[in-house]
C-alpha cells in the first residue's frame, strides 16, 4: 500500500529559527513528490515539486530536498515568521497511465512558531 | 480572484439530511478533484473528473455520495442520507492536465460539514 509518513506530527519553535520537516513515502514508481501548506481552515497551497531527477527546489525561505534512493524528503524553513504557522503536507503522486492517478497524502507536521 | 471558490465554506445538518456542495474550478483547467479532510489527517481523494467525465472514483465515496461536472466547469457533490461519520472538510481543488501531465492541483477553501 502506498503511504506517506511525515514527522515530527508537531514542532514548536521561536521566530527567526530554522526548521526542518521530514517526509518518507513508500510510493513507487512516482512521479513527482510536492509539499503544500495548509493554515487552519482553509484549502492547502502548494510550496515546492519535485521530480524523481531532482534533488533541491526552492521557494522563498522553503528548501525541499529529495533523495529518491532513500525515498525521503525534507523541508527546510529559514528564518521562521508567525505567518509560517501552519500544516505543512508532503504529496507524492504516483507514475500517470499507471492505472489509478491518485495522489498518496502524508498527515502533515504542524508547525507553530512563537514570539 | 481567479482561484478555486467553494460554496458554502460551512454547513451543518441533521443526521439523515442531504446536502449538496458546489466547487468553481480555475476556469482554463481541465481537471476537478474533490477530496476529504478530517482533523488531524490529510486530504483523502474522493473521486476527479477530467472535463465532464468522471475518470476515477475512491472505495470511500459510498453509494450516498455522488458528484457531476455536467458542463466540464463546475462540480457539484451531493451527500444522501447523511451520517455522523460524513463530518469534515470537503476540499476541492483543480489542475490543468496537458501533454501527459497532471499539473500543480490548486486547492479552495473547503466546505466544512458538520453533521448533528
Known amino acids: 500500500k502506498n503511504q506517506v509518513e511525515q514527522s515530527p506530527q508537531s514542532l514548536i519553535i521561536l521566530e527567526g529559527k530554522n526548521c526542518t520537516l521530514q517526509c518518507n513515502y513508500t510510493v513507487s514508481p512516482f512521479s513527482n513528490l510536492r509539499w503544500y501548506k495548509q493554515d487552519t481552515g482553509r484549502g492547502p497551497v502548494s510550496l515546492t515539486i519535485m521530480t524523481f531527477s531532482e534533488n533541491t527546489k526552492s521557494n522563498g525561505r522553503y528548501t525541499a530536498t529529495l533523495d529518491a534512493d532513500t525515498k525521503q524528503s525534507s523541508l527546510h524553513i529559514t528564518a521562521s515568521q508567525l505567518s509560517d504557522s501552519a500544516s505543512y503536507i508532503c504529496v507524492v503522486s504516483p507514475v500517470s497511465g499507471a492505472g489509478s492517478y491518485q495522489l498518496t497524502f502524508g498527515k502533515g507536521t504542524k508547525l507553530s512558531v512563537i514570539p | 480572484d481567479t482561484g478555486v471558490s467553494q460554496d458554502p465554506r460551512h454547513k451543518i445538518t441533521k443526521r439523515g439530511q442531504n446536502v449538496t456542495f458546489r466547487c468553481d474550478p480555475i476556469s482554463e483547467h481541465n481537471r476537478l478533484y474533490w477530496y476529504r479532510q478530517t482533523l488531524g489527517q490529510g486530504p483523502e481523494f474522493l473521486t476527479y473528473?477530467?472535463?465532464?467525465?468522471?475518470?476515477?472514483k475512491s472505495r470511500l465515496l459510498s453509494d450516498r455520495f455522488s458528484a457531476e461536472r455536467p458542463k466540464g466547469s463546475f462540480s457539484t457533490l451531493e451527500i444522501q442520507r447523511t451520517e455522523q461519520g460524513d463530518s469534515a472538510m470537503y476540499l476541492c481543488?483543480?489542475?490543468?492536465?496537458?501533454?501527459?501531465?497532471?499539473?500543480?492541483?490548486?486547492f479552495g477553501p473547503g466546505t466544512r460539514l458538520l453533521v448533528l
Open positions: 473528473f477530467q472535463n465532464e467525465a468522471q475518470l476515477e
Open positions: 481543488a483543480s489542475s490543468l492536465r496537458t501533454s501527459g501531465r497532471a499539473g500543480t492541483q490548486y
